[in-house]
């Protein structure tokens, strides 16, 4: 896991490991973030999506750690319907463009204020929700606008692990990790 140091400090004066201690709900975007972006369609207009399979075992283990995780994408995917009930994520609002505004009703259904919410995004569709979140989290190849507004980015890219090291690092700051990990361990 990737602990921020002062060379991964963007110019917003929020530290993140202080930060993290207090985050109640971790909202991911999808495409970029869960995924490394690509979009897959078939002849009839299917989609599929690539994810990985650490990213979503980490955001389980966040969860379970007491930690509240929801999904905010702007675009609308079966298949992301099918990945997070498979992970037991019911917090998940598809389909908004307007992130800010469906930002506002995820809070009140997880019954968490902006103080205690960190958001992971990749694009500037993402910017607003980064501006008014606690803890606003870019993945490593997320556009340069997004890294410069976030408060910590990730050493990994979208889709490949940057959703799991997001997890280690919220679980790691509020002394959890440890206990999360030892199931495995014994």
Not at 87 to 93: A, T
Not at 111 to 124: K, R
Not at 131 to 152: E, G, N, T, Y
Request: hydrophobic content about 40%; overall charge negative; proline content about 3%.
């Amino acid at each position: 896991m990737t602990v921020p140091s002062e060379t991964t400090h963007t110019s917003m004066t929020t530290d993140p490991i202080e930060t993290a201690k207090v985050i109640k709900l971790v909202l991911f975007d999808v495409d970029g973030v869960l995924t490394d972006g690509s979009l897959f369609l078939g002849d009839g207009g299917e989609q599929y999506k690539a994810f990985n399979s650490k990213d979503g075992h980490g955001m389980r283990m966040l969860a379970d750690s007491g930690v509240k995780v929801g999904i905010l994408t702007g675009r609308t995917s079966e298949v992301v319907t099918h990945r997070m009930r498979d992970l037991g994520i019911d917090l998940v609002v598809q389909g908004r463009r307007d992130k800010l505004n469906a930002l506002d009703g995820l809070l009140q259904q997880a019954g968490v204020g902006a103080e205690h919410t960190a958001y992971v995004g990749d694009d500037v569709v993402d910017l607003p929700v980064m501006r008014r979140v606690r803890l606003a989290i870019a993945v490593a190849d997320a556009h340069p606008l997004v890294q410069q507004h976030a408060h910590w980015v990730t050493a990994l890219p979208g889709g490949r692990g940057a959703a799991r090291e997001v997890c280690e690092f919220i679980m790691q700051a509020q002394g959890n990790l440890e206990r999360m990990l030892a199931p495995y361990l014994s």
